[in-house]
C-alpha cells in the first residue's frame, strides 16, 4: 500500500522521480542528450486553465512551467522550466541557480490524510496543483531532508507529449 500511515510515521512504499530546475529546457534536454544519451523526453507545458488549483505558500496563485520527463533506469527524471507567476521553482533559480530541487516524488493514495499527517508534523505545502486529474503537493521538507518531497496523486496516465526531444 503506497503512503501508508503507521505508528505515527509515514512509510513510503515507492521513491520514483529526481527533478532538476532549468532555465532553459531545450538547453538542459540537449546537454542530457549529448553528455549521457539521456532521452528521449517527452516535453509538457502546464498553464491554466488546465494547470488549476495552484497554490503557493498557502495562498492561491497561477503559475506555470513547461516539464520534461525521461526515464534513467528504475527513476524519472523531470527537467522543470518555470514559466509565468511566482513558483518555488523561480524562488530555487534565484537563491541556488540550476540544480535539484527534489529527488523524491511520492505516489500516495489517501494524498489529503498523507498532507494532514505531514502538516500535524509541522511540515507545510510549499505549492501545489491540479494537472490532468491528478494532485501535487510539494512539501516543506527541506530544513529536515536537505531537499524538497513532492507527493503526488495521479487518476490517470498523462496525455500525449507536446513534443520529444531527441
Not at 15 to 24: A, E, G, L, N, R
Not at 96 to 101: P, S, V
Request: aromatic share 8%; net charge neutral; glycine share 10%.
Amino acid at each position: 500500500m503506497k503512503g501508508m500511515l503507521r505508528l505515527g510515521r509515514l512509510e513510503m512504499k515507492e521513491i520514483d522521480q529526481i527533478c532538476v530546475v532549468v532555465k532553459d529546457i531545450k538547453a538542459s534536454m540537449k546537454h542530457y542528450w549529448n553528455l549521457f544519451k539521456v532521452g528521449p523526453c517527452n516535453v509538457y507545458t502546464l498553464a491554466p486553465p488546465e494547470l488549476t488549483d495552484t497554490t503557493v505558500r498557502g495562498k492561491p496563485k497561477p503559475y506555470s512551467m513547461k516539464i520534461a520527463l525521461t526515464t534513467v533506469g528504475h527513476l524519472a527524471l523531470e527537467l522543470i522550466q518555470p514559466l509565468e507567476g511566482e513558483s518555488i521553482y523561480k524562488e530555487f533559480l534565484a537563491e541556488k541557480g540550476e540544480g535539484l530541487h527534489h529527488i523524491a516524488c511520492f505516489k500516495v493514495d489517501d494524498i489529503d490524510g498523507v498532507i494532514k499527517h505531514l502538516e500535524g508534523e509541522g511540515v507545510g505545502v510549499l505549492q501545489s496543483g491540479r494537472w490532468q486529474g491528478g494532485y501535487f503537493a510539494y512539501m516543506d521538507t527541506e530544513k529536515a531532508l536537505g531537499m524538497v518531497v513532492e507527493l503526488v496523486k495521479r487518476t490517470r496516465e498523462r496525455p500525449p507529449p507536446e513534443e520529444t526531444y531527441p
